[in-house]
């Protein structure tokens, strides 16, 4: 498929939307593209609580996870994860939030690639919504912060 990079430029930046197809394969991600999620994935974590949870299972079915980002409920990361990858699951679960219709494997492939292409300061400014505390259990949906 043949896509055309001179289009989107032509596109006031506060118009343009990114899709999941502009951070997926082997295309170029355009830093505009780039800081465009960041900046929606700053403004989801406003309103989204971030959890750190031991030994984190599914709550719907008791299975374990590295992370998980539901609507109505805390996104939730496991507190057994290294640093890098509580990030990396951080931007995975930020990305299903993001691009709800999106397969598991593209939001993989969104999350590899948006890992890569962040810079060290948005890197780092993600970190910082990532508690230092781990809770035992996942929050009950009802304590979910505003
Ligand atoms: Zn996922």
Redesign the pocket.
């Known amino acids: 498929m043949f896509v055309c990079y001179t289009e989107p430029s032509r596109v006031p930046l506060k118009m343009k939307k990114v899709r999941v197809w502009n951070l997926v394969g082997d295309r170029v991600v355009w830093p505009e593209d780039r800081d465009e999620v960041f900046g929606r994935f700053l403004r989801r974590l406003k309103t989204v609580r971030v959890c750190l949870v031991n030994n984190l299972k599914d709550p719907r079915d008791g299975e374990p996870l590295d992370g998980f980002g539901l609507r109505g409920w805390p996104l939730c990361i496991n507190a057994t994860l290294s640093k890098s990858e509580r990030l990396k699951t951080l931007i995975?679960?930020l990305s299903?939030l993001l691009f709800p219709d999106a397969e598991?494997e593209t939001?993989?492939e969104v999350e590899r690639v948006l890992w890569k292409k962040f810079t060290k300061k948005q890197r780092a400014t993600l970190e910082t919504y990532i508690p230092k505390r781990a809770l035992q259990k996942v929050p009950s949906r009802a304590t979910r912060q505003r």
């Open positions: 995975h679960e299903h598991e939001i993989r």
